[in-house]
């Protein structure tokens, strides 16, 4: 069926070699997750991890199983507060797809949302960016 996919330019920033959140804009995420139980839009999570990067905690965990940790720890964020199950995907892709950078400080350990509107007869809201 046709979609619409909205790209957000927020994302969740993790620390080197770690799970562990580092940076996220709170207000951001309880808005998303307001929206995501409001409407009936789906979200896909993406993980991602810096080339060559590995797990602090365990070495043989690589920089791809750590950018599907990180998803799935958003993800389950997610569901906890009150996102259906059934309208989240989590995929990750390791450090197979480093973002563009305008700035050397920003690092590809991060998780991105994707939003996926299904009914397109029901018109959408504009949100501005900030």
Do not use: C
């Not at 965990?61 to 990180?70: E, F, G, N, T």
């Amino acid at each position: 069926p046709e979609t619409i996919l909205v790209r957000m330019k927020d994302k969740i920033q993790f620390r080197k070699g770690s799970i562990g959140i580092d940076e996220i804009n709170v207000q951001v995420f309880d808005r998303l997750v307001k929206m995501l139980r409001e409407n009936n839009w789906n979200i896909l999570v993406e993980g991602h991890a810096e080339v060559g990067e590995s797990y602090e905690k365990d070495k043989s965990v690589d920089a791809y199983q750590l950018s599907s940790m990180r998803a799935l720890q958003v993800s389950k964020a997610l569901i906890q507060r009150g996102v259906a199950p059934s309208r989240v995907t989590t995929v990750f892709y390791g450090d197979s797809r480093p973002q563009e950078k305008a700035n050397p400080n920003i690092s590809d350990r991060r998780v991105e949302f994707v939003l996926k509107k299904n009914d397109l007869r029901t018109e959408g809201r504009k949100v501005e960016g900030r």
